[in-house]
């Protein structure tokens, strides 16, 4: 079993940087692959950013490239989600997840391991 803690959300204005950290316990990190989801009031949950347990593959959604990055560090057993040029509907509850796989996975019914969720709110 793996527990998730997210931290770092808040409020931000339009344009402003966050950085999302996640950070495991009771497993390490290195045995999974990691992500990144979001779920906006009144919308399904959708995948932000994933990256494999080795940190060699990433993906992100087309809203977020370029203006997101996931990183990780598994001697801290920590993921991170860097987010800048924020905009209004990036505000979300957002979830990092584990799944013990090698791969990436965009789907959230492949990760069996959730946090509880941060918000991120933007305003404009």
């Known amino acids: 079993q793996v527990q998730l803690v997210e931290s770092g959300g808040g409020s931000v204005q339009a344009g402003g940087s966050l950085r999302l950290s996640c950070t495991a316990s009771?497993?390490?990190?290195?045995?999974?692959?990691m992500g990144w989801f979001r779920q906006a009031p009144g919308k399904e949950r959708e995948s932000v950013a994933a990256?494999?347990?080795?940190?060699?593959?990433?993906y992100y959604t087309d809203s977020v490239k370029g203006r997101f990055t996931i990183s990780r560090d598994n001697a801290k057993n920590t993921v991170y989600l860097q987010m800048g040029s924020l905009k209004p509907e990036d505000t979300a509850v957002y979830y990092c997840?584990?799944?013990?796989?090698?791969?990436?996975?965009?789907?959230?019914?492949?990760?069996?391991?959730w946090g509880q969720g941060t918000q991120v709110t933007v305003s404009s």
């Open positions: 997840a584990a799944v013990a796989s090698r791969y990436v996975s965009q789907r959230a019914s492949d990760y069996g391991y």
């Open positions: 009771g497993r390490t990190l290195s045995s999974y692959s």
């Open positions: 990256v494999s347990r080795s940190g060699d593959t990433k």
